[in-house]
């Protein structure tokens, strides 16, 4: 696994990178540095319609953006289509020590960051009548972290702590979709993993001259396959998809003062299974309701901390996404819905999520969605700040939007 760093707090802790297009819960899932406690909890940035939708990503999977979460689904729609998505997440925390609940004293501090990152792309191309391909490029991972603090000693200024993450890792997914009997589908998706992310943070000795700079730069490479079962019936509509079991293989640089050393190692990915339920009910008001339930076996991360020896034994999760389409007019679609999704780390603690967006029909061919959720979890953390042992409580919120563009060619 990656070797530990120095963290904000003084403390060793590793750097846990987890890569995956969707670990939990929506057509591709980008993960962000939030703050040092956890590094590597997921910040969903999908596609506008699953972010809109309870971040679901099997049942709501009607667009080119299948290609990353449910390959099998792109039987389900005519002809050629084109997929282009922007998104935007701004991930917040607010930490306060020292059992200090009632105001910003004790040490506490807060941290804004923010990421617009490389647009979602993706193809699906109709071979036959019962054979599609398609192809896209996402983003898995994304650094972007900095935070700044100033450090004394006994009074004394002794240096100003900072860190910063850079970088991303991106895929290129592959894949295919045959049509079966029955309304079913098949579908096969090779992800190939590569990205060069950098962490670079500023050491606080027990005094000025002792300060050192620390980085270390990654070097990511892998792949993996996803597969996928997708059934259409019109009314009622089902998929399953899996993601296997796989491991990145990374070469890293560490620079710590003048010294410099390279290492290489392995990194697991954890598998993940999920299905989805979607049902149009067209009735007096015409709506559509979209149900997601996702495992995530992140005990496949377990691992020992090479630096502090400590066993980290992450728990298997499942989350829950529930997502409802309305129809306002031939052209319009509001959509809102709901998320609960376990931390990896403690399974007792989960991020809560109200999402919310619509679709608009620019044409006949062009389709365009916006969506938005909003993301909190408040925990409670033992945690080092320099020298001195703190209690705190974290406060950790997430604005996600996303606009995307649907062409039928």
């Not at 923010?114 to 054979?131: C, L, N, R, W």
């Not at 290129?172 to 589908?185: E, F, Q, R």
Request: glycine share 10%; hydrophobic share 40%; aromatic share 14%.
């Amino acid at each position: 696994m990656l070797n530990g760093v120095k963290s904000a707090c003084g403390g060793q802790r590793t750097i846990k990178i987890l890569l995956t297009a969707m670990l939990a819960a929506s057509p591709s899932g980008a993960f962000t540095n939030l703050g040092i406690q956890h590094m590597g909890d997921p910040v969903y940035s999908g596609g506008a319609k699953s972010l809109a939708l309870g971040l679901t990503s099997v049942s709501s999977a009607k667009n080119a953006a299948c290609v990353f979460s449910n390959a099998a689904s792109m039987a389900a729609f005519d002809g050629n289509r084109f997929y282009f998505s922007l998104p935007l997440v701004i991930a917040s925390e607010r930490i306060i020590p020292d059992n200090n609940w009632s105001a910003d004293e004790g040490g506490a501090y807060y941290n804004a960051n923010s990421s617009f990152e490389i647009p979602e792309t993706a193809f699906v191309y109709a071979f036959s009548d019962k054979v599609r391909l398609g192809a896209g490029m996402t983003q898995l991972m994304n650094f972007s972290y900095k935070h700044e603090e100033d450090a004394y000693s006994a009074g004394s200024f002794i240096g100003k702590f900072d860190y910063k993450g850079s970088g991303n890792i991106n895929a290129i997914d592959l894949a295919a979709a045959l049509k079966l009997s029955g309304g079913w589908s098949w579908g096969l998706t090779h992800e190939i993993i590569s990205g060069s992310p950098s962490v670079e943070m500023n050491i606080i000795g027990t005094s000025e001259a002792s300060t050192k700079r620390e980085k270390k730069e990654y070097d990511f490479s892998g792949s993996r396959t996803n597969v996928s079962l997708y059934r259409d019936r019109g009314l009622w509509n089902y998929g399953i998809a899996y993601s296997a079991p796989a491991g990145l293989d990374y070469d890293v640089k560490h620079t710590s003062g003048a010294a410099s050393l390279k290492d290489k190692g392995e990194l697991d990915l954890p598998r993940k299974l999920s299905f989805g339920l979607n049902h149009i009910w067209a009735g007096a008001v015409s709506a559509a309701i979209y149900f997601d339930i996702v495992k995530t076996f992140w005990s496949d991360m377990s691992f020992i901390d090479p630096v502090t020896m400590e066993k980290h034994n992450y728990k298997d999760s499942v989350s829950y996404h529930l997502g409802v389409e309305n129809d306002l007019s031939s052209t319009l679609q509001i959509r809102y819905g709901m998320a609960f999704v376990p931390s990896y780390e403690r399974t007792s603690v989960e991020r809560a999520y109200m999402t919310a967006g619509f679709g608009y029909y620019i044409s006949s061919n062009m389709y365009m969605d916006l969506g938005y959720a909003y993301g909190r979890r408040n925990y409670l953390e033992s945690w080092q700040k320099f020298s001195t042992s703190y209690d705190s409580r974290i406060q950790e919120s997430m604005h996600m939007f996303n606009v995307s563009l649907d062409w039928r060619l």
